[in-house]
């Protein structure tokens, strides 16, 4: 039986690793429910925590994050502390709660500095591109994922440098740099033709489907939108997917097709709401009260722009300033 677990957790790990987190939860779950083992069920749990921050369940991350520090003790792997509290972390971060986030992964990247661990520093200036990204520092956000790829590059690491490429893409973009953010974005695809990992294509495609329509090239970025979809659909990634929904919407604002932005973004706001992701539902609500605005139901549209604004400000977001996203 202990057999058994064990490649239940790593047939776990695989589908985790492409991204394939629907399947990957429910092999997690199945392993802890064959298992009693301290080792395993601190691996799974802890796994499970970054799949639940991933797609937005935060309440079950904290959950996860709880058990994985009980079992890490009863399996007495005190050494892997570290690794809990790092997910912590994240798990702060997509929860909005960014200036904490940035503090403590300061911290943490100090300390991996000194230990000359270029492949953990990397991850950390990621995740510092993305928490400085959010709250609004945008040229620290910058800096932070060209540190990142300077330092995969140095680790030889493929996945990170790849992250860090798609993180440039997105922050170029914001900063209106649509040509810088179209090379990131298609560096980091042409590197993921080698990768299993489905949720970074999916990232590139989207990604790349914003550049392109920011640059006016719609039909390209809609079939990026297109294909993205089918790969958020194919991995259970509500967040994600609501942002595809909402790509879509733009494309189709900016063609005039008003009912048909209105019907994707009323899909966009329930997959935000369901993956409690106040960025997208700042971003669906605001373009939403444009559009009602534009079908001529302008107090629903005021409305609905004054709510996403306030949202923004209680989330810590600069959402509602972004033009080039």
């Given at each position: ?130 928490a400085l990204r959010f709250s609004g520092q945008l040229e620290k956000s910058k800096k932070a994922y060209l540190r990142s790829l300077e330092l995969a590059s140095k680790a030889k690491d493929g996945d990170g440098k790849i992250y860090a490429l798609l993180g440039l893409g997105g922050i170029s973009r914001i900063q209106g740099k649509l040509s810088d953010s179209e090379n990131y974005y298609r560096k980091a695809k042409n590197l ?134």
């Amino acid at each position: 039986m202990a057999d058994f677990s064990w490649k239940i957790l790593e047939k776990a790990e695989n589908f985790r690793a492409r991204g394939l987190f629907a399947q990957a939860q429910l092999a997690y779950l199945r392993a802890l429910k064959t298992s009693s083992d301290p080792s395993l069920r601190f691996d799974s749990f802890l796994s499970l925590a970054s799949i639940a921050r991933s797609i937005g369940d935060i309440s079950s991350a904290r959950g996860y994050i709880e058990n994985a520090r009980f079992e890490m003790r009863r399996a007495g792997r005190m050494d892997e502390k570290e690794s809990v509290d790092l997910e912590e972390i994240l798990v702060d971060r997509a929860d909005g709660k960014y200036q904490e986030s940035i503090s403590r992964l300061n911290a943490f990247l100090k300390r991996k500095i000194r230990e000359k661990d270029f492949q953990a520093c990397a991850f950390i200036e990621w995740a510092l591109g993305g928490a400085l990204r959010f709250s609004g520092q945008l040229e620290k956000s910058k800096k932070a994922y060209l540190r990142s790829l300077e330092l995969a590059s140095k680790a030889k690491d493929g996945d990170g440098k790849i992250y860090a490429l798609l993180g440039l893409g997105g922050i170029s973009r914001i900063q209106g740099k649509l040509s810088d953010s179209e090379n990131y974005y298609r560096k980091a695809k042409n590197l993921l033709s080698q990768s299993a990992d489905l949720f970074a294509k999916a990232y590139a495609y989207c990604g790349l489907g914003n550049a392109l329509r920011q640059k006016g090239l719609y039909g390209e970025a809609k079939e990026l939108y297109l294909k993205s979809r089918f790969l958020y659909r194919k991995l259970g990634d509500p967040a994600d997917l609501g942002y595809v929904e909402w790509g879509l919407a733009r494309v189709d604002m900016q063609q005039g097709n008003l009912k048909d932005a209105r019907r994707f973004l009323g899909q966009a706001l329930a997959l935000f709401k369901r993956a409690h992701e106040n960025r997208g539902l700042v971003l669906a609500q605001i373009s939403l009260s444009q559009v009602l605005h534009a079908l001529g139901e302008t107090r629903a549209a005021e409305i609905l722009f004054k709510q996403a604004v306030q949202l923004s400000k209680k989330s810590g977001l600069t959402a509602h300033l972004e033009l080039f996203t």
